[in-house]
């Protein structure tokens, strides 16, 4: 049914990401998927890297750390946006045509205030606007 | 393997090539807290928030008391600290030359291999609208006659034996064409090399210790070869919580000063009246159209605006250099730089000065003003000017801006000059400040439609400082993260807003220049230090 996973990463968030990851391989195990991480990252210093080549060799490591499916190789690609706080939306649906990928998995977080007043879901936006299939796990 | 690629499709330049990344134990967001979904630094956010909330609930409750105070305060440090300002102009004008033509030149910002993100055209729109904006809206007319008719009228000399006219230098009293260059230079002077120098300097710091050296995009990072790793502590907490300041009250009197001109050209208009209630709605209305532009982003709202601000500024400079005394002024663009060359050093003579009212009230003022304004445009400048050599880039910060005063200058003011002089039409010398554009305007075909383009563009330059500062306050406030929630931009923008609100009630021109001048004089102690940061942080790197 589907192919190709791409799946969202904050790199520096991981600690939240267990569910999606889990359920992004469960998925890519049943279907015979191989997964595509993504990540966006600012051209700025950032917690992770130092620049957005270091970036994209970390993204790299652990794309290669997580398993694949029997047969299927994982890869990563990153993405370095001028303003990520805004343009996460637009880099990701990009990501979403350019990897090819049919179903995307997302971690999201429970709305916190900010969110509730400003909107920053960046999974229902992807909902809404992606021709793709989308997996929201909070 | 990993595919990476930037967002508008083209290949992130990999490697970067080799650039000396400075190690350090600490982890850009590690002092930050995550409040209501926020992510802020502790505790810069804090403090800079709170005394910014103070500050507006104190103006506003002493209102009628606290504007002699911003005075006096504008006045003890301008005519105290005069030769301080203008000494720190100067230094930094040789420390930018120094750059272009020593072999520090050849450092790429971003690393070796880095490539450009934006092309010259939006680079130089951005840099231009945040660097000068509604400034030169609302002195572009105001300060060529202002220095023209003071030098005119010469040197008046008091029963102290101090000076009480405001000519710069000796003045050229009876003289109209020695007036006409003396006043050029003078305008230019204040619009010219030293203030981009002041941004250039600025910009090239934080550009170099975020993207050559991997430290976060903070104003502490310049510091970090002085400091060390104690500049994640209270050292860095105290420049980064006045440079929170510096830009705030800095964007606040630009606020301020627009919202005055957009009220005038209102009034000339529409007939809205001239007061501090058009004034409060005029900076509401536009605060929340810079909302707007803040959740569009960086591509999506300041690069657009500062495009549209400088087409607009073409189509109006234009406009009136054919519309108006078009041979005349194109003779004058040689003539006034000529002026602006042999009067340079004089100007910038920091002792010894006996024109006291134009050095202290105009001189030191701006260069307070343009120091409390280069956080904010140097980090704005330094977010975009990825991928350039410093060569490249000081040149650029430093000579197409000036060039483009030089010629701005000339149109605005050469043409009202040429009014008062040629015509007898003295209806911009005689106007108010923030009238006197319109005044030139009145003497020009389309002038209805001139008008309206200026107070277009007084506006969008407004909109478009007021969002490009949330965006580099918020950067300071979140520890140098750029992806912090945009809710935290949404209320600096507001406050940006209130701020300029508080100050115009609290004492109107006066105290939004007094704040100015207040948050500039320690910054630019801090800056005269960054020079020498810059400098060892460059002969570090390594070079094309």
Known sequence: MFSRIMVPVDLSHLDQLD???????????????????????????????????????????????????????????????????????????????????????????????????????????????????????? | MTDSSSSDGEAIPAPEGPANIIETDYEI??????????????????????????????????????????????????????????????????VCLALIVTPLGKVRIGGRDATPDYGYAGWFAMLFAAGMGIGLMFYGVSEPISHYSTSFGGIAVGENGMRTDWAPLGGAEGDEAAAHALGMAATIFHWGLHPWAIYAV???????????????????????????????????????????????????????????????????????????TSQIVLIALITGAALVSVLRGLDGGVKVLSEVNLIMAAVLVLFILFAGPTTTLFGDLAENIGAYATELVPLSNPF?????????????????????????????????????????????????????????????????????????????????????????????????????????LVIVFFVTSSDSGSLVIDTITAGGKVDAPVAQRVFWATFEGLVAIALLIGGGLGALQAMAVSTGFPFAIVLLIACYALIKGLMDEPRQ
């Open chain 2, 352 to 456: 010894g000065r006996e024109d006291t009212n134009f050095s202290q009230g105009w001189t030191a003022f701006y260069w307070a003003w343009w120091i409390s304004w280069s956080p904010f445009v140097g980090m704005f400048i330094a977010r975009v000017s990825r991928g350039r050599t410093v060569r490249e880039f000081v040149t650029c910060v430093l000579i197409i801006p000036t060039a483009v005063s030089i010629l701005w200058m000339t149109v605005l003011g050469g043409t009202a000059l040429d009014q008062l002089i040629h015509q007898g039409f003295t209806g911009a010398q005689d106007a108010a400040l923030e009238l006197k554009l319109f005044e030139m305007l009145t003497q020009l075909p389309w002038t209805w439609i001139a008008s309206l383009l200026s107070i277009v």
């Open chain 2, 29 to 94: 967001g590690q002092n930050n807290v995550q409040p209501f979904g926020l992510d802020i630094h502790n505790p810069v956010f804090a403090i800079s928030g709170l005394s910014v909330v103070a500050f507006v609930i104190i103006t506003l409750a002493f209102q009628n008391s606290i504007g002699p105070v911003f005075t006096s305060l504008r006045d003890f440090l301008t005519s105290t600290f005069d030769w301080f300002f203008l000494l720190a102009g100067n230094i930094f004008v040789l």
């Open chain 2, 202 to 276: 600025v910009a090239l710091s934080l550009a170099l210790f975020a993207y050559n050296k991997g430290l976060p995009l903070t104003v502490r990072s310049m510091f970090y070869p002085i400091f060390g790793e104690r500049v994640w502590g209270w050292p860095g907490h105290v420049i980064d919580i006045l440079a929170v300041f510096a830009t705030l009250f800095g964007l606040a009197t630009s606020l301020g000063v627009g919202a005055q001109q957009a009220n005038a050209g209102l009034n000339y208009l529409f007939g809205i009246e001239i007061g501090t």
């Open chain 1, 19 to 138: 569910k999606a990851l889990t359920t992004s391989e469960d998925l890519a195990r049943t279907f015979g998927a191989e997964i595509v991480y993504v990540s966006v990252t600012a051209e700025t210093p950032t917690a992770i890297a130092h620049n957005p080549t270091e970036f994209a060799q970390k993204l790299d490591a652990f794309a290669a750390s997580r398993p694949a499916a029997p047969g299927k190789t994982n890869s990563a690609k990153s993405y370095t946006a001028h303003d990520p706080a805004i343009d996460m939306d637009k880099t990701l649906l990009k990501a979403i045509e350019e990897t090819g990928a049919d179903l995307v998995v997302m971690g999201t977080h429970k709305p916190g205030i900010a969110d509730r007043f400003w909107g920053s879901h960046h999974g229902s936006d992807l909902a809404s606007h992606s021709g793709v299939s989308v997996f929201l796990v909070r």
